[in-house]
């Protein structure tokens, strides 16, 4: 019998601790044993609302849903809207599978230089050409205002160019906003919702475990436009949903409506984490880009995305010449290589993320969100210190 391929390593523990006023709303509605309804009660779709509200959106609790995770909220749009799906080259690992799982085919436009989240407009018209060629209708662009694997924001001009191409080829866009809250300046970076360029064209998705629920709680919610056509796309999404039957647990429900009305305390740790990830990111940037790596300087979450193709003498001296050696030596650091955001496996690119930095502990964790600056604790400095080392002893040799 021949055994499976190995997976990739095992991530540090995801997330931050769990806040104390979250986790008490939801021991208070542990008892609470009615069905929670496909799409999402209206109490939590209300909450919903005032959520979106205070990001520009006007919303109604008629136009909203929500799922137990991102992923089955996205599997439930690309149902609604059929056809083919267009993706950002490199994107969040979890765009794909859902289309793929439908057999719907999927189609990737690389990202400008600038910054990753959106494609370059006119790859985009290129593929969405290309597909039809071949017989297959593009419906669906799936793009980031804060991106995931690169941590980058794209500029709201570039956001809106490729808005405004998909809408031209009759695309629907879903925008990805999860990582939003998580802005490392939030006076130096300016994020707008292609929702507020294009009302008609946009679906909003927010997976809530990015930034406003602990990790282990799949939570998120869509907002649709306010037309009759978003009402259609809305009411197939929800026919999907119901179809899957994995609503949200009730208790569960409880304590996301409170977190989405974001009391203070919400707020606090949102900011605080946002922060604490900035510092981590901007350290692992410096770290790359000093052992020669080229790496977009970081705006939002906890990922960078470092390209070493730079350093591929050195590297193909070692026997790494694809994104997956890469990933298997830098593992200690929750590397990802590049050709699991449906980047070129080829292309010496990985994705590594600050968690890693955090250690294994949540009392660590709790030590790094409280501390004035993480980079002193002493397990930060070690890990940062450590990759350092790594980069430089994989890249010693083939240089002469």
Known sequence: MQLAAPGPPP????????????????????????AEPPGGSRPLRTAACGYFARRGLDT??????????????????????GGAVVLPRPCSPWYAPPARMLGHPVHRAPVPAESGGVPDPFALLETVRRARIHGVEPRVLVLSVADDPTGTCPVPEQVHEVCEAAAGEGLWVISDESYRDLLHDPHDTVVLSPAEMLPDEVVVLTDLRAALVPASWPAAVARFPHTDRGAALRGAALDALAALDIPLPGPLTCAVAHALGEPEAVRTRTATAARLYGTLAAALHRTLTDAGALCRPPHSGSHVYADLEPLHRALAARG?????????????????????????????????GSEALLGYGMELRGQALAAADPLQLPYVADALTALSQALAALTASGEG
């Not at 991530?11 to 009615?34: F, I, N, S, T």
């Not at 109604?60 to 809207?81: C, E, F, I, K, Q």
Request: no cysteine; glycine share 10%.
């Open 320 to 352: 790494i010449s694809e994104s997956s050696a890469l990933e298997r030596e830098l593992e200690r650091w929750a590397a990802r290589g590049g050709h699991r955001f449906g980047d070129d496996p080829g292309a010496l690119r990985v994705r590594l």
């Open 11 to 34: 991530d540090p523990p995801a997330g931050l601790p769990v806040l104390p006023e979250l986790a008490a709303h939801l021991a208070a509605a542990a008892g609470r044993d009615e």
């Open 60 to 81: 109604d609790p008629g136009h909203t849903l929500a799922a137990p995770g991102a992923s089955a909220l996205l599997l439930a749009l690309y149902a609604a809207a």
